[in-house]
């Protein structure tokens, strides 16, 4: 029994471990989801041979932070493997049942782990650690980009029979749904920095995009097919609706200080005399 619940420990710390990194790489710049792939190659050991891996290890401060992951995982794994050898030990004979309470203990808490209200909860607990760090940088365009309101930076992957696959940006019209493309790499690996409009999406382009998560996300899995032109129907009424929401917020916020300056200043009479409680007036 000390076993499992040793088990059950590292696992959770390995999941705290593996969720801090992303958060702390992603207040380097990184998007979500390159944050979460580095973090768990990181804890893992695996993954460092592409490109974007480059940026990462030659950024000083996300290689700290990749650095800690790594220990944590070597540590991880030397803990899980002195747990099983004792669980296995201490099994009497009841192997096959120990091996399969440890399967289900794991499967468990990673599913809990996927529950949206324990992972907001990890993530408020856990950004108040990471802000913590010292040194640990935040970059000026993750508030500038508002980030914290829905919005990030997203990489894309343009595959056959997709929706943006073979058309021009002008024929996309992503703009339409709060997307905004900010460069596009061919397959070949050359980049084009500020494409056009008549920059055509090829099979294995990868483009880098602006807008609300969500519109991103619906964008990613987009079919080339009637079904995706009615998604994207939706996706501009969408975004049509969270504009209005967003400027109606503005107009709110920006009428709050003229109400309270308002609402502060002291009434005159017409005639020209003070309000009462003032000196008399030289006509009584």
Do not use: C
């Not at 500020?194 to 969500?214: C, K, S, W």
Request: hydrophobic share 40%; aromatic share 4%.
């Amino acid at each position: 029994m000390e076993a499992l619940i040793a088990f059950g420990i590292v696992i959770t710390l390995a999941l705290g471990a593996v969720r801090m990194g992303t958060l702390a790489l992603q207040r380097t710049g990184l998007s979500r989801e390159s944050a979460s792939f580095q973090a768990q190659s990181a804890f893992m050991g695996v993954g460092f041979t592409t490109s974007e891996s480059e940026t990462v290890v030659n950024h000083p401060v996300r290689r700290r932070i990749l650095r800690m992951l790594m220990w944590g995982g070597y540590s991880g794994i030397t803990v899980t493997v002195s747990t099983i050898v004792s669980g296995v030990g201490s099994s009497d004979g009841h192997l096959l049942r120990f091996l399969g309470l440890m399967l289900v203990t794991a499967g468990v808490l990673l599913s809990v782990w996927q529950i949206t209200s324990v992972r907001e909860l990890a993530d408020r607990l856990l950004t108040v650690v990471v802000a913590r760090i010292p040194h640990l940088e935040v970059i000026d365009f993750e508030e500038l980009l508002e980030f914290d309101k829905g919005y990030t930076v997203a990489q894309l992957h343009v595959d056959r029979n997709r929706w943006m696959t073979g058309r021009t940006l002008r024929d996309l019209r992503l703009a339409d749904e709060g997307v905004l493309v900010l460069s596009v790499t061919r397959a070949s690996g050359a980049t084009i920095g500020t494409p056009e409009a008549d920059t055509t999406l090829e099979v294995g382009d990868r483009i880098l995009t602006y807008g609300h998560q969500e519109g991103l996300e619906r964008l990613r899995s987009r079919t080339a097919d009637s079904r995706g032109e009615v998604e994207r129907q939706e996706s501009v009424l969408v975004q049509r609706e969270r504009m209005a929401a967003e400027l109606a917020d503005a107009e709110r916020l920006a009428s709050e200080p003229e109400s309270a300056a308002v609402a502060g200043a002291k009434p005159t009479p017409e005639d020209g005399t003070e309000a009462p409680g003032g000196p008399p007036s030289p006509l009584t």
